[in-house]
């Protein structure tokens, strides 16, 4: 999912959000090992199970 959230105010050039802990399911990686990464596509269940 995607989702935009805009400052409401011209003069912010961005939003801060407190989503909480989220420690358990991120990791700290370098910006070199993301750009060199090799992407595979896989697929997705369908469309329709998801609601």
């Keep these: ?3 935009l959230f805009s400052p409401g105010d011209e003069n ?3 939003i801060e959000l407190d989503i909480g802990d ?4 991120t990791a700290i990686v370098s910006a070199k ?3 060199s990464a090799i992407v595979k596509k896989t697929s ?3 469309k329709s ?3």
Aim: hydrophobic residues 35%; charged residues 40%; aromatic residues 10%.
């Design 33 to 35: 090992s993301v750009l």
């Design 12 to 14: 912010k050039d961005h």
């Design 44 to 46: 997705l269940e369908k």
């Design 22 to 25: 989220i420690s358990d399911i």
């Design 49 to 51: 199970d998801y609601k």
């Design 1 to 3: 999912m995607r989702f």
